[in-house]
């Protein structure tokens, strides 16, 4: 974890300052030591609160919201633009959320792409925002840039606008690839879901997932991933009520399971919860 050593360190560190060491020492060293001790007390509890938002900020930034710039849609199932920062929209003046990817890309290159100047300015406007480096992230997931996928349009994005245009390579590791099957059922992004509909898509969509209840009850159930089993929390307000973060949790149970068994590294958690979730959620 990015910051599993600093934690542990500070927690040590914090724990040494919060222990009275107990001195036989003399009336004036005691008054010294009083001092001494409350003021390490205070360091400690500093140190312990430290690492602990460490902790937190690591755990957000895993659990925090994946913004894509292209998205499949779960009706047309043809590829289209989020445009969530409103760049596109703003360069065009006019809005593109919600239209097919090539047509964006076009209107992008024939109104702002012909002018040097003008496709300069553009260029600046978009890499000082996120759209490259999620476009990249997109792209990268891919086993390969097949035409009308969301993986072929950033890297079309990404060929046409950034300066600094990385070549697609596709990753060797088969758990850091994310196959874009056309007809693969998936969630449509929302807070709460039900146990039923989640498992069965999980069960169909991640490979090595299973399903060991022989019936999904209304609360939580037992699964397993390439022979690790635990529970996914569910029904604790409404029977078979699933709340997002508790499917984000079992996620990254999988990823501990994928770093035990050496299936990936540590430091490629967040890229391997990406192919997960494209694995679920439109």
Same mark, same amino acid.
């Given at each position: 974890?990015?910051?599993?050593?600093?934690?542990?360190?500070?927690?040590?560190?914090?724990?040494?300052?919060?222990?009275?060491?107990?001195? /036989?020492?003399?009336?004036?060293?005691?008054?010294?030591?009083?001092?001494?001790?409350?003021? @390490?007390?205070?360091? @400690?509890?500093?140190? *312990?609160?430290?690492?602990?938002?460490?902790?937190?900020?690591?755990? =957000?930034?895993?659990?925090?919201?994946?913004?894509?710039?292209?998205?499949?849609?779960?009706?047309? +199932?043809?590829?289209?633009?989020?445009?969530?920062?409103?760049?596109? @929209?703003?360069?065009?003046?006019?809005?593109?959320?919600?239209? &097919?990817?090539?047509?964006?890309?076009?209107?992008?290159?024939?109104?702002?792409? &012909? %002018?040097? *100047?003008?496709? &300069?300015?553009?260029?600046?406007?978009?890499?000082? =925002?996120?759209?490259?480096? *999620?476009?990249?992230?997109?792209?990268?997931?891919?086993?390969?840039?097949?035409?009308?996928?969301?993986?072929?349009?950033? /890297?079309?994005?990404?060929?046409?606008? %950034?300066?600094?245009?990385?070549?697609?390579?596709?990753?060797?590791?088969?758990?850091?690839?994310?196959?874009?099957?056309? &007809?693969?059922?998936?969630?449509? %992004?929302?807070?709460?879901?039900?146990?039923?509909?989640?498992? =069965?898509?999980?069960?169909?969509?991640?490979?090595?997932?299973?399903? *060991?209840?022989?019936?999904?009850?209304? #609360?939580?159930?037992?699964?397993?991933? +390439?022979?690790?089993?635990? #529970?996914?929390?569910? @029904?604790?307000?409404?029977?078979?009520?699933?709340?997002?973060?508790?499917?984000?949790?079992?996620?990254?149970?999988?990823?501990?399971? /994928?770093?035990?068994k050496k299936n990936i590294e540590e430091g490629d958690q967040k890229r391997r919860l990406d192919i997960l979730r494209n694995y679920l959620f439109y």
């Amino acid at each position: 974890m990015k910051y599993k050593v600093l934690c542990l360190i500070l927690i040590f560190l914090g724990l040494l300052f919060l222990i009275n060491f107990r001195l /036989d020492i003399t009336g004036a060293a005691i008054g010294g030591y009083e001092l001494y001790s409350e003021f @390490g007390s205070s360091i @400690g509890l500093l140190l *312990i609160l430290m690492s602990i938002i460490l902790l937190l900020t690591e755990e =957000s930034e895993l659990e925090r919201k994946i913004e894509k710039l292209f998205i499949k849609d779960p009706k047309t +199932r043809e590829i289209i633009v989020t445009d969530f920062l409103y760049l596109f @929209g703003g360069e065009l003046g006019h809005t593109v959320v919600s239209r &097919k990817a090539k047509e964006v890309l076009d209107e992008l290159k024939n109104k702002l792409g &012909k %002018d040097k *100047i003008t496709k &300069k300015i553009a260029q600046e406007d978009l890499e000082n =925002s996120s759209y490259f480096k *999620i476009a990249y992230s997109q792209r990268d997931i891919c086993e390969s840039l097949e035409p009308e996928t969301e993986g072929y349009y950033a /890297d079309r994005f990404l060929f046409e606008w %950034d300066l600094n245009y990385k070549s697609f390579v596709p990753s060797k590791n088969p758990y850091l690839i994310y196959k874009d099957e056309q &007809k693969l059922v998936k969630l449509e %992004d929302k807070e709460i879901y039900d146990t039923r509909d989640v498992l =069965s898509i999980m069960k169909h969509n991640i490979e090595g997932f299973k399903i *060991i209840d022989k019936k999904i009850g209304q #609360h939580d159930v037992l699964i397993e991933y +390439r022979g690790a089993r635990f #529970h996914i929390m569910a @029904g604790s307000k409404k029977p078979y009520e699933l709340p997002k973060k508790n499917i984000i949790r079992v996620l990254k149970r999988i990823i501990i399971e /994928d770093i035990k068994k050496k299936n990936i590294e540590e430091g490629d958690q967040k890229r391997r919860l990406d192919i997960l979730r494209n694995y679920l959620f439109y």
